[in-house]
């Protein structure tokens, strides 16, 4: 972890943006842990309503966004889904910086974990949402 991570604003709140799903992580108030927080369904909930409940209940105080780019870094039609749905989100909160970082291998590393644990990530796809979410947040934390 960087020095100039304890100068970013904590709790921060990782998002792995999905058409179905949405996982959600969470950093601690210090930012030294991120941990899985849930995982919204599309169809079943609205996205932004249910973020911003979880931005106050938790005092967020920062957003962090995964961007699925290409394995050559370059953006395509995800990405674009992605930058709307935060620009959404930015819109209805202005004053949480918004950071974007590399989602590139989280959905392939949270599953490699959770099969480490004992979880059959295929059956318990909630489940690797979070775990991207988490790893979209260490990846932030170990740029900054």
């Known amino acids: 972890m960087s020095d100039d991570l304890l100068s970013f604003p904590h709790p921060a709140l990782g998002i792995d ?5 949405i996982g959600i992580a969470a950093t601690d108030p210090v930012g030294i842990m991120a941990h899985p927080v849930e995982t ?3 169809q079943k909930t ?3 309503t ?12 920062a957003l962090v966004i995964g961007l699925p780019l290409r394995l050559d ?7 674009k889904k ?5 620009q959404k989100l930015q819109a209805q909160h202005p004053t949480l910086p918004l950071h974007f970082t590399d989602e590139t291998f989280t959905t392939v590393s949270a599953a490699a974990k959770l099969h480490e644990a004992g979880k059959n990530a ?5 489940l690797i949402d979070q775990a991207a979410a988490v790893e979209i947040l260490h990846a932030w934390m170990e740029g900054v």
Do not use: N, P
């Open 17 to 21: 943006y999905g058409d179905s799903r």
């Open 40 to 42: 919204i369904h599309v």
């Open 46 to 48: 609205d996205a932004l």
């Open 50 to 61: 249910r973020i911003a409940e979880l931005i106050h209940q938790r005092g967020i105080c």
């Open 73 to 79: 870094g370059s953006e395509g039609d995800a990405v």
């Open 82 to 86: 992605v930058r709307s749905f935060a």
């Open 122 to 126: 295929k059956k318990q796809k909630h």
